[in-house]
């Protein structure tokens, strides 16, 4: 039995003895999936069946949201350019078909009377562990090509949650110019439960794209586990900490760049850029350096062969920024590739300077200390620098700050 | 009464166990003080499918909703912050056992479902239920039962006001039993709601404390129809619901015949009685709370202008109500019965798969039933009161381990007269004990306060009372004390009476049987 997808089958079966009426879902295994008057989905052994009887056969309905829309709420005045790259925020089962499809947003956002929203949808559209520099790119290019063709207010950029931070920091850097804020955001929780922290991280990424006085890239996630506290973090300060909670994107040696309490933006830093009519401006990023997680180990074969296929090379060392005797050994050798040392630790420095060790490798002319960036950040500004820079120039360029990517102001000293 | 149909949904929980979803313990923290207090917005949503159900979200949450909880007895998954474990087999089991002793077919491959709950009570705005089986059957003298379905369920929060819930009874398993709307009275629904109870009474982890059973009901009556009622916690209170809901369906024909509606308008045709105006003032209350239902004159020709409470009144006949029942039977109204469940598959979990294997060991580990162990207490000669006593103060396990070395009077005797009676568990030594030593309840009861943890210390203050010298000294004290009583006038009983006590100060173990012979023979 091959059912025509365009019609609803609905059978009585009878099991031991028992009917039970549904309508027909799929075939799979020797398992026919019913749905019945409930909506419970319920799957018999074919062996089982002691009757089969077709009571009803009709086409499938034409199912439309109209009521079912994302309504943003009445005090926003502005316009915001919506960028759907995909992810958990995204993602729905369709009730027709039991596959998760994607792009039930594209009905949801309407304009409202004081709000005109503009939404654009990447195709295909990706969980975020599957982008790629490629990718990241496009949604560079894609972002400048609408900004001057829409000039929005602000832009808010829908993403996967497991590399949004990658994300943010390569666009801010990729971004030489902007003229208002691109805000990235996502959902922990997804967006098919009433529960979903999707909407209030849309909502205050959307006031602060519109509101905020800088332009420049940043993060809107939920402050904590309640919904009235949206965190705009700083792209390049950013991390998930916590696999599947609401209050996971947490800023790292900074507080916030601002608040939205109750739907309300509250500035609490201050940024590099402020707003403007400039034209945006972006370049890409190519991956030209690699990152490596630290560990006791005595094979340097890891380290070789990054070595050998990146232009630089990120180091999330342990503690202050180390690494095992045998790296060090090996780091010690002539170096024509830049290397770059973080800690693996989120929080704190990493300081090349407190051990003996550590001052032995600073004084190889192509290591530096990364300071207190993330390791991701690191890597990526090390990419970034590859792309423009030439390479005895990369190093020097590192030590300065670009997209306010560290805590701290005074590098020397480190 | 007119005639109704009626359809029972069981809510039992679990005990003794974990939640459902995660590893935190099955238990209400009522005594304790909640230190975590979570603010969540819900929003428009009706799950996968991309219809709307309008009348669903008539009541939909608008404003936060706080939770409360104790941070340490709770996880990160009632919370809705993580995804949920893999199910709890032993709840899982056990609602399978329960589908088999209710006859139904199981479902072999079972889908863990998400049904979208509008009022807040769960903070993820869903509910985790899965529907294990259906077309069971309650088999009762002259009549069966259709039990048409059987879930296992994830428990809500506990409402603590009308914006706040309590978190410990999120994710509590909950089994709900369904039955076919074949009950026509109101005894006839207690009757079934305590069959139900009786069947799995002796279900392992079948929560029997206060609060453990819930029941809901759909009722319909022939001119109106199916409403729900909800929240309905003792048999008392399903009597009295029926009965108001009933009276409450009928006041709403009566008043639905004396009013004209124009648009907004309704005009009364007639005076109201006094029940139809409570019944007025009521719906005002309920659906266009905004108006002051006092501010009306309810007299013949007076007219009410409320476009909120002519819609509701233009559906009443085509559409039943949610209705949440209060102590007193009374309901208040929750919202519109919804015509289609918004449900969609949780996919956090996989499909769980019965097989035969399974089925065969829960089978053959199936308790007995309530009526089943009552019977096998009767067919030993014992009376159906004195069994179904026995049954219900939870004493027939230990009734048939006793039963097997000692008759079921003496037995039923100790159980009832001692065990129950003083409110005492004996161990089954000590029991045992008490009964091979043919004491009196009243010794019993000294033994068990001076050495009731110490079976050893009883049988030796007894032999040393019921031994053959003990003996010996009580007949020469008998003999001493009738020769002493003869100078004086005597009531034979009394003077028994008097004797007996006398030598049970003297020897409190003594054989009562034996010696209340030995008096017989002298007396």
Redesign the interface.
């Known amino acids: 039995m091959n059912p025509d997808p365009q019609i609803t089958f609905t059978v009585e079966i009878q099991?031991?003895?028992?009917?039970?009426r549904g309508t027909v879902r799929s075939i799979e295994d020797k398992?026919l999936?019913l749905v019945?008057s409930?909506?419970?989905?319920?799957?018999?052994?074919l062996d089982?069946i002691e009757a089969l009887n077709q009571i009803d056969a009709r086409p499938i309905e034409d199912?439309?949201?109209?009521?079912?829309?994302?309504?943003f709420p009445p005090n926003i005045h502005g316009t915001v350019l919506i960028i759907n790259t995909g992810g958990t925020i995204s993602s729905?089962?369709?009730?027709?078909s039991?596959v998760s499809s994607q792009s039930?947003l594209a009905r949801m956002f309407q304009s409202t009377e004081t709000l005109q929203v503009r939404y654009h949808e990447c195709d295909p559209l990706k969980f975020s562990e599957d982008l790629t520099f490629a990718d990241w790119n496009a949604l560079g290019n894609l972002i400048r090509d609408l900004i001057r063709a829409y000039q929005p207010d602000g832009v808010v950029i829908l993403h996967g949650t497991d590399t949004l931070a990658i994300g943010a920091t390569f666009l801010s850097f990729g971004f030489e110019q902007l003229p208002c804020p691109v805000v990235l955001t996502g959902a922990q929780?997804s967006?098919?439960?009433?529960?979903?922290d999707t909407?209030?991280n849309l909502v205050g990424a959307t006031i602060f794209a519109i509101e905020s006085r800088y332009a420049g890239v940043f993060v809107a996630m939920h402050l904590n586990?309640?919904?009235?506290t949206i965190a705009i973090h700083h792209a390049c300060r950013v991390l998930k900490t916590h696999?599947?909670?609401?209050s996971t994107f947490r800023s790292i040696g900074i507080e916030p760049f601002a608040l939205i309490r109750e739907r309300s933006l509250e500035p609490q830093g201050t940024g590099i850029l402020l707003r403007s009519e400039i034209d945006p401006s972006f370049a890409p990023i190519e991956e030209r350096a690699g990152l490596l997680l630290a560990r006791p180990t005595n094979s340097t074969a890891e380290l070789e062969l990054l070595l050998n296929i990146y232009q630089g090379l990120v180091i999330a060392g342990t503690g202050f920024g180390h690494v095992s005797a045998a790296y060090r050994n090996y780091l010690q050798q002539n170096l024509t590739v830049p290397i770059v040392l973080c800690s693996q630790c989120p929080e704190g420095f990493a300081n090349l300077q407190v051990y003996q060790s550590g001052r032995e490798l600073l004084r190889q002319p192509m290591i530096c200390s990364g300071t207190d960036l993330l390791p991701h950040v690191a890597w990526i500004k090390l990419c970034y620098l590859l792309t423009r820079f030439r390479v005895e120039e990369v190093l020097t360029q590192f030590h300065l700050p670009l997209r306010q990517e560290t805590a701290h102001t005074r590098w020397s000293d480190l | 009464m007119s005639k109704m149909k009626i359809g029972l949904e069981i809510h039992q929980q679990l005990e003794h166990t974990t939640k459902l979803f995660c590893l935190c313990a099955a238990r209400l923290h009522s005594e304790d003080t909640p230190d975590l207090l979570i603010r969540r917005r819900f929003n428009l949503i009706s799950g996968a499918y991309d219809q709307v159900d309008q009348t669903l979200f008539s009541q939909v949450v608008e404003r936060p909703i706080e939770y409360r909880a104790v941070e340490q007895k709770i996880c990160l998954i009632e919370r809705d912050e993580q995804p949920p474990l893999r199910i709890n087999p032993d709840a899982w089991r056990t609602a399978l056992m329960i589908g088999m002793m209710f006859d139904c077919a199981i479902v072999r491959s079972q889908r863990i479902m998400r049904k979208i709950i509008v009022d807040g009570s769960l903070p993820s705005g869903f509910q985790r239920t899965i529907l294990l089986g259906f077309g069971g059957t309650l088999k009762r003298a002259g009549k069966d039962y259709q039990i048409e379905r059987i879930f296992l369920e994830e428990d809500s929060g506990r409402r603590l006001n009308e914006q706040s819930y309590a978190l410990d009874r999120v994710g509590i398993p909950l089994l709900e039993i369904v039955t076919a709307p074949t009950i026509r009275s109101p005894e006839e629904a207690i009757e079934v709601a305590q069959a139900i109870t009786e069947t799995i009474f002796f279900v392992p982890g079948v929560a029997r404390h206060l609060g453990a059973v819930r029941q809901d009901l759909n009722l319909s009556t022939d001119q109106f129809p199916r409403c729900e009622l909800k929240g309905i916690g003792s048999l008392t209170v399903l009597r009295k619901a029926i009965e108001r809901e009933v009276e409450r369906q009928h006041q709403m024909i009566s008043l639905l015949e004396q009013i004209e509606i124009r648009g907004d308008q309704i005009r009364l045709l007639r005076s109201p009685d006094p029940a139809e105006k409570r019944l007025l003032h009521q719906l005002l209350l309920e659906h266009d709370p905004e108006q002051d239902p006092f501010l009306f004159e309810l007299v013949e020709g007076a007219e009410l202008s409320s476009s909120k409470l002519v819609a509701y009144l233009e559906t009443v006949r085509t559409q039943g109500d949610t209705r949440q029942v209060q102590a007193d039977g009374s309901s208040v109204y929750l919202r519109k019965i919804s015509s289609r469940t918004r449900m969609y598959p949780e996919t956090d979990l996989t499909v769980l798969d019965v097989s035969e294997p399974l089925l065969d060991q829960i089978r053959s580990s199936c308790p007995l039933t309530f009526e089943q162990a009552i019977r096998s207490i009767t067919d030993q000669g014992v009376g159906t009161e004195t069994a179904r006593s026995i049954v219900i103060h939870g004493l027939f396990e230990l009734y048939e381990r006793l039963v097997a070395s000692h008759s079921p009077l003496r037995v039923t005797n100790f159980l009832l007269n001692f065990v129950q009676q003083q409110r005492v568990r004996p161990s089954i030594e000590t029991s045992e004990l008490f009964l091979t030593l043919r004491l009196s309840v009243r010794q019993m009861q000294q033994a068990y306060d001076r050495f009731g943890s110490n079976p050893m210390k009883i049988i030796e203050i007894v032999e040393m009372d019921q031994s053959n010298e003990r003996w010996v000294e009580i007949e020469q004290l008998l003999d001493l004390m009738l020769r002493a009583s003869t100078k004086a006038p005597h009531n034979p009983t009394v003077q028994k009476g008097q004797l007996l006590r006398l030598v049970i100060e003297r020897v409190p173990f003594v054989d009562i049987e034996r010696l209340v012979e030995a008096l017989d023979r002298r007396l």
């Not at chain 1, 199912?63 to 309504?71: A, K, L, P, V, W």
Request: aromatic share 10%.
């Open positions: 099991i031991e003895g028992k009917r039970l398992t999936w019945d409930s909506g419970y989905e319920v799957g018999i052994n089982q199912h439309t949201i109209e009521q079912e829309r994302f309504i729905r089962i369709s009730g027709t039991g039930f929780r967006s098919d439960r009433p529960s979903s909407f209030e586990d309640m919904d009235d696999a599947s909670r609401r």
